[in-house]
């Protein structure tokens, strides 16, 4: 196709695509509010000006929640003021068996992502195929009931994706997964395994890989995301897009919470973020 056929169709898409999400209101499933840098798709779309393409949530027509696109990740509580959602993995959460099911890498999904598993969950480690040298010990709770083989659980400390807690695990194949922290110490027991499975872990996300949506919408504008130049952009009261991540002719106070140290005098004296 010549180049500039090749413009207008693309010109063409891009505009039909815009058209059918112009609004980018926040949506929801179930119980899940959903808004910027997360958006409801569908299947077989990509990307939506309404948000970043890997926080694509689909929402399942029988009631089982939202995904990360379509993965296995299932979306539970999203926490738009601390940039966190409270993340399972459907695998390990469904029937009461799901801890027969956990002898995978759970950071194999995260790891392309940009997603960051949070300092806030714990280790929960299960040892399997351990052929009789598994390890003794009220920490090591036999997890096998439900299970066609034998499997042991134990609670850690804090969950680092790339580094297993340090436990005695005899000659067990080993995984571990992120388990959100409760208040609750007497919930936090290697013991509540199916409990802890089920209420899932905390992931967060980078301002600086989605924009600064809550300096824009403060501004006035909308939050919205261009796939095109993998950029965040806000669009102002006027459908003009800003120069920086909020609308201009709005100041922002000095030193700015939202930029500092990013902070820059615009030549016409007022305050901007860069
Ligand atoms: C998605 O794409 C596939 C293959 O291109 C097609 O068969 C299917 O009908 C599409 N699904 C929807 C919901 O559009
Ligand atoms: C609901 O749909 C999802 C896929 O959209 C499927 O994986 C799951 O098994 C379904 N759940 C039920 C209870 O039918
Ligand atoms: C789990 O996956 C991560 C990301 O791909 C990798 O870095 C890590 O080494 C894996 N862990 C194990 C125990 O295989
Ligand atoms: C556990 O060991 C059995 C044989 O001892 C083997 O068939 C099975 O694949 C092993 N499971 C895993 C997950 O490695
Ligand atoms: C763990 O429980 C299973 C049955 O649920 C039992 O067969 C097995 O012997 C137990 N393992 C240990 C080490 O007690």
């Known amino acids: 196709m010549p180049p500039a056929i090749l413009l207008v169709v693309s010109l063409l898409l891009l505009h039909l695509h815009d058209t059918a999400h112009a609004d980018c209101e926040p949506a929801t499933c179930g119980?899940?509010?959903v808004k910027y840098p997360f958006?409801?798709?569908?299947?077989n779309q990509s990307s939506s000006p309404c948000g970043h393409p890997a926080f694509q949530v689909r929402?399942?027509?029988?009631?089982?929640g939202a995904s990360l696109m379509g993965s296995s990740i299932n979306v539970l509580r999203v926490d738009y003021d601390s940039n966190s959602f409270i993340a399972s993995h459907s695998r390990i959460v469904g029937g009461n068996d799901g801890v027969c099911r956990s002898d995978f890498n759970i950071s194999v999904s995260i790891a392309l992502s940009p997603f960051k598993f949070s300092s806030r969950n714990r280790a929960l480690c299960f040892l399997y195929n351990c052929s009789g040298t598994e390890p003794r010990g009220a920490e090591y709770v036999n997890a096998t009931s439900v299970c066609n083989s034998p499997i042991y659980a134990y609670l850690g400390g804090n969950y680092y994706w790339d580094s297993p807690p340090a436990i005695a695990t005899g000659r067990c194949k080993?995984?571990?997964f992120p388990v959100l922290e409760s208040e609750e110490a007497a919930t936090m027991t290697a013991a509540n395994y199916p409990r802890l499975l089920k209420d899932g872990f905390i992931l967060e996300w980078q301002t600086v890989s989605v924009g600064d949506c809550p300096a824009c919408v403060a501004s006035g504008g909308q939050c919205r995301?261009?796939?095109?130049?993998a950029a965040f952009e806000c669009l102002c009261p006027d459908g003009k897009l800003a120069a920086a991540?909020?609308?201009a002719g709005e100041t922002?106070?000095?030193?700015s919470p939202t930029c500092s140290p990013h902070v820059w005098t615009r030549p016409d004296g007022q305050i901007g973020c860069i």
């Open 59 to 64: 929402c399942s027509n029988n009631g089982s």
């Open 245 to 247: 991540s909020t609308c």
């Open 31 to 33: 119980d899940l509010t």
């Open 39 to 43: 958006w409801l798709g569908s299947v």
């Open 174 to 176: 080993y995984t571990f």
């Open 252 to 255: 922002i106070p000095f030193p």
């Open 225 to 229: 995301y261009n796939d095109a130049t």
